[in-house]
């Protein structure tokens, strides 16, 4: 059995109800989000237990081959020309398998969301997509679809239940806006019920982000 993903943890009350697992960006880690906790507005919500896990390391093509945190190999600049299937899916195991640690800890599918920004929350998609229960949101930040030609084929017909919300700038120069737009097309065509929200930023959150943030998981898990 492989080994778990080194991780944060982070409870907001005892005995949580809820699992956020939020997948950061390439080249980072897990404490990159660890702050967000602080800034999204969780009053009156049962308790939350946020999972930041840290990629594997490998070396990254599109860096010169310098060995980095990273979910998948990158190739080349336009992130869905040679995208890198094994790197995914290997991670798509990875992440399933923090979802069953969570099932297995008493939190069920329909109360985990899975977030992610940029790499992350292309895993998000990949394994939300695939994942056979309705999760309780897939939470996509400034990222895209990745394998989108194979996503109608592969998904899970349960993942439809489950909310999305995509949200992006409208200057970010690592994942065009436009890629996004497409990755939103392709989901609402298949049949994802998606919120979207863009905002006048590059390849980053903004404060005006963290509270429509809080708003749909509040909406989720209400």
Known sequence: ??????????????????????????????????????ELDLAGLPGIRFVFPHARTMPVTINGGYVMRAWYDIVVTDLTRR??????????????????REKARGIPASRIILAGFSQGCAMTLQTGLRHPEKLAGMLCLSGYLPLASVAGA?????????????????????????????????????????EWHEYQMQHSLCMEEVQDISGWIRKVIA
């Not at 239940?161 to 497409?182: I, K």
């Open 1 to 38: 059995m492989t080994q778990l993903l080194e991780n944060i943890e982070i409870e907001t009350a005892p005995n949580p109800e809820v699992a956020i697992i939020w997948l950061h960006g390439l080249g980072a880690d897990g404490n990159d989000f660890v702050p967000i906790v602080r």
């Open 154 to 194: 592969e998904r899970n017909e349960a993942s439809l239940q489950t909310p999305v919300f995509m949200a992006h700038g409208r200057q970010d120069p690592v994942v065009p806006f436009l890629r996004a737009e497409q990755s939103r097309d392709a989901l609402q065509a298949l049949g994802y019920q998606v």
């Open 83 to 100: 995208e890198d299937e094994t790197g995914l899916r290997a991670s798509q195991r990875e992440v399933e398998a923090l979802i069953a």
